[in-house]
């Protein structure tokens, strides 16, 4: 089974508004981090925010923001007041216990953008 | 503080030949990571290298293989060139031992085109 799922080949947003990129993931371990990551067309990857399988609330990072519902094992990235900036690939990436090096990425999903 | 820096940023190369790929990583970073990531398939692990030794390795062929040096810089070697090979190689460094919300941190990548 895969580790992270992003059933999302590609998002189209208008300016400004908010848009939602969705991931689920797969483990049995109850220690376990999120993480997105953007990668712009210059290919290097970027990291946005970061959410722990033991934290009580959803993480902030400026315009971004995680719904992460742990029942369903989702962990959605939310783009707030998007910007022609944020067209990009975004990955969903998981990290197993509580200390460890090994990341299991998702397939990413491609936002655009409109003006 | 200088990121992680790959050589080249591209890379042409013809079927059955060898390529060889480096990365240096930010300075303090002790372990290195090679990701390929190929049209539509998202990031698949290759090989995590840290303290000089190979720690972990992902589900390729060992016609790739790496090694990292004393500075903590490493090289990636795909033998024997396959058109599937063609993709952006990604190469990302972090501390030894990662908690919570430490991340790894990618450099650029190399386009490897093989024709």
């Known amino acids: 089974a895969q580790k992270i799922t992003q059933t999302q080949p590609g998002m189209f947003v208008q300016e400004k508004e908010a848009v939602t990129l969705d991931c689920t993931y797969d483990?049995?371990?109850?220690?376990?981090?999120l993480f997105w990551y953007k990668q712009p067309s210059s290919g290097e990857m970027i990291f946005l925010i970061y959410?722990?399988?033991?934290?009580?609330q959803n993480a902030t990072e400026g315009r971004y923001s995680l719904n992460f519902q742990k029942a369903r094992k989702s962990a959605n990235l939310v783009i707030s007041a998007s910007q022609l900036g944020d067209s990009a690939m975004y990955f969903c990436?998981?990290?197993?216990?509580?200390?460890?090096?090994?990341?299991?990425f998702g397939t990413g999903t491609s936002l655009t953008v409109i003006p | 503080e200088a990121g992680v820096t790959q050589s080249p940023t591209h890379l042409i190369k013809t079927r059955g030949q060898q390529a060889t790929l480096r990365c240096s990583p930010i300075?303090?970073?002790?372990?290195v990571y090679w990701y390929q990531q190929a049209l539509g398939l998202g990031l698949q692990f290759l090989l995590w290298?840290?303290?000089?030794?190979?720690?972990n390795r992902g589900n390729f062929p060992p016609r790739f293989s790496g090694r990292q040096f004393p500075n903590y810089s490493s090289e990636l070697n795909v033998n024997a060139l396959e058109l599937e090979d063609s993709a952006l190689y990604l190469c990302?460094?972090?501390?030894?031992?990662?908690?919570?919300?430490?991340?790894?941190?990618f450099g650029p990548g190399t386009r490897l085109l093989v024709l």
């Open positions: 990302a460094s972090s501390s030894s031992r990662l908690a919570g919300r430490e991340t790894q941190y």
């Open positions: 483990t049995s371990d109850p220690s376990y981090g």
């Open positions: 959410q722990g399988s033991y934290d009580q």
């Open positions: 990436a998981m990290r197993e216990g509580n200390t460890g090096n090994q990341f299991y």
């Open positions: 300075s303090g970073h002790t372990s």
């Open positions: 290298y840290d303290e000089g030794e190979e720690r």
